[in-house]
């Protein structure tokens, strides 16, 4: 395959990007569907340090979701187009 054929078939970076910010979004949504209700437990009245504690929570959910989707966009990019 020559160079520009090459460059015709991989996926720009914009795209993986996208495709990255998608894919996080779904993992973080599963994640914090899934798991939230293990680490929170909801009192009759909240207070500063139960949204705290949730907005770190979700923070970690967002962090580890983003990684976990670059990961695999990446892999996904370079089995399929050698990139």
Do not use: H
Not at 1 to 18: F, G, I, L, P, W
Not at 39 to 50: A, N, S, T
Not at 62 to 74: E, M, Y
Request: glycine letters at 4%; one cysteine or more.
């Amino acid at each position: 395959m020559c160079e520009k054929e090459k460059e015709d078939a991989s996926v720009d970076e914009e795209t993986q990007k996208r495709a990255i910010m998608l894919l996080s979004t779904g993992i973080a949504a599963i994640l914090a569907n899934r798991l939230s209700d293990r680490f929170i437990d909801v009192p009759d009245e909240r207070g500063i340090k139960d949204d705290v504690k949730e907005a770190l929570l979700k923070a970690g959910f967002s962090l580890a979701s983003t990684i976990i989707a670059s990961v695999i966009i990446r892999r996904v990019v370079s089995t399929r187009w050698g990139a």
